[in-house]
């Protein structure tokens, strides 16, 4: 069973269109996350949702949206894509992330986005 | 501020030889600190974290609060233990981890 799972896995798309990838996990975990990964490995922090709140939000352009339906899914709406957006998406999620963070986070396969 | 910094992009050994990837990093307080991997072809995944005081795969990390280090290391490297390695810390707030840019270490015979 896949625990952090992402759709799609690749993403091509041109510049100016609007695109989403989404991200279920079945752990029962309060707590997911959206990370970047640039073209250098640079892994950073977007969004952190917990029990479908919002508790990060990384100085992040508002052209991303993250959408929590519920405590399983987070996806991630891009609107008017840049040449600059092309990276790996990560979705994870953590048992819980009230106070010290000390739990594992899982992390999902990755998206990979190519705005050409 | 808050920070991880993994000096070396790249480390190259021979299989047997010992192995040391480095981590300092910048906080206010008492760290939770962590090594997560990624195989290739794989989703990044916990090693090992600190408060564990665990060996994974025969890799260890101590934590030095006086030198702000975090390094992992393991005394005989293996070709499988090929891959990229990342430091992470949690943030003040311990709502998510921050990222060291990561090594990748490569072990050949």
């Known amino acids: 069973d896949t625990a952090v799972s992402q759709t799609p896995k690749y993403l091509v798309t041109q510049m100016g269109n609007d695109k989403s990838i989404k991200c279920e996990q079945n752990l029962g975990h309060d707590t997911m996350y959206w990370y970047k990964q640039d073209s250098k490995k640079f892994l950073k922090i977007m969004f952190s949702y917990n029990n479908k709140e919002l508790i990060i939000n990384e100085t992040v352009p508002n052209r991303f949206s993250p959408k929590s339906p519920d405590k ?3 996806n991630l709406h891009i609107n008017s894509l840049e ?5 790996v998406y990560f ?3 953590s048992r819980s992330s009230l106070g ?3 739990d594992t986070q899982y992390f999902g396969p990755g998206t990979r986005l190519t705005v050409l | 501020a808050q920070r991880v910094t993994q000096p070396e992009k790249l480390l190259s050994v021979f299989k047997g ?3 040391e990837l480095k981590c300092n990093y910048s906080y206010s307080g008492s760290p939770e600190l962590f090594w997560y991997v990624q195989y290739s072809r794989q989703r990044l995944q916990l090693l090992l974290r600190h408060i564990s005081r665990e060996s994974i795969k025969g ?3 101590d934590l030095n609060k006086g030198e702000t280090s975090f390094h992992l290391k393991k005394p005989f490297a293996q070709e499988e233990d090929s891959a990229m390695y990342y ?3 949690s943030n003040q707030a ?3 981890l921050i990222f060291g840019k990561g090594t990748t270490l490569s072990v050949s015979s």
């Open chain 2, 17 to 19: 030889a010992p192995v």
């Open chain 1, 100 to 102: 010290r963070n000390t």
């Open chain 1, 83 to 87: 040449l600059g957006d092309s990276a």
């Open chain 1, 91 to 93: 979705c994870a999620s």
């Open chain 2, 87 to 89: 430091c992470a810390l």
């Open chain 1, 72 to 74: 399983a899914h987070l």
């Open chain 2, 59 to 61: 890799f260890t990390a």
């Open chain 2, 94 to 96: 311990g709502t998510a």
